[in-house]
């Protein structure tokens, strides 16, 4: 597999997992709602394109991904997760008390990612961001 294609890979193997915590699950829900809705079919600085997630630190121990609302004028980060380089344990990162809060993950995931994932580089992921929504723009 290439670096372009492992990093899609993993990412993708990631979001699958914290997409399984509830309380993010009915986050995905809200914004797939709002992506429907009448009012967000109108061309303006509000519309909601869609959400994806970036990896936006590669620290020695942890990889930081972020949530993102991307907007037709702007982004805004929600919320973060570290993912152990080692293990691909996921906490959902609490920036305002710095603490994280595991994530339940699947043996399946923590196989795939302990032998494809402990070496991404930002360098590999594809231009642009997978929006769900949306493509990648």
């Known amino acids: 597999m290439s670096p372009q294609a492992t990093f899609v890979a993993c990412q993708n193997e990631m979001e699958k997992e914290i997409f399984t915590d509830p309380t993010i699950s009915t986050l995905r829900e809200h914004y797939d709602q709002i992506l429907q809705s009448p009012e967000n ?3 303006d600085e509000h519309k909601f394109l ?3 997630f970036d990896l ?3 620290e020695a121990e942890y990889y930081t991904l972020s949530l993102v609302e991307s907007y037709l004028d702007t982004t805004v980060t929600t919320e ?3 993912v152990d380089k080692q ?3 996921i906490c959902r990162y609490d920036v305002a ?3 994280c809060s595991d994530i339940e993950t ?3 995931y923590k196989e795939f990612f302990v032998q494809n994932c402990g070496d991404l580089s930002k360098s590999d992921a594809p231009a642009g961001n997978n929006l769900h929504g949306g493509e990648y723009f």
Do not use: L
């Open 80 to 82: 973060w997760f570290h």
């Open 97 to 99: 008390m710095d603490t």
């Open 50 to 52: 869609g959400y994806y």
């Open 87 to 89: 293990t691909g344990n």
């Open 106 to 108: 699947t043996e399946a």
């Open 56 to 58: 936006i630190n590669e």
């Open 41 to 43: 079919q109108i061309e």
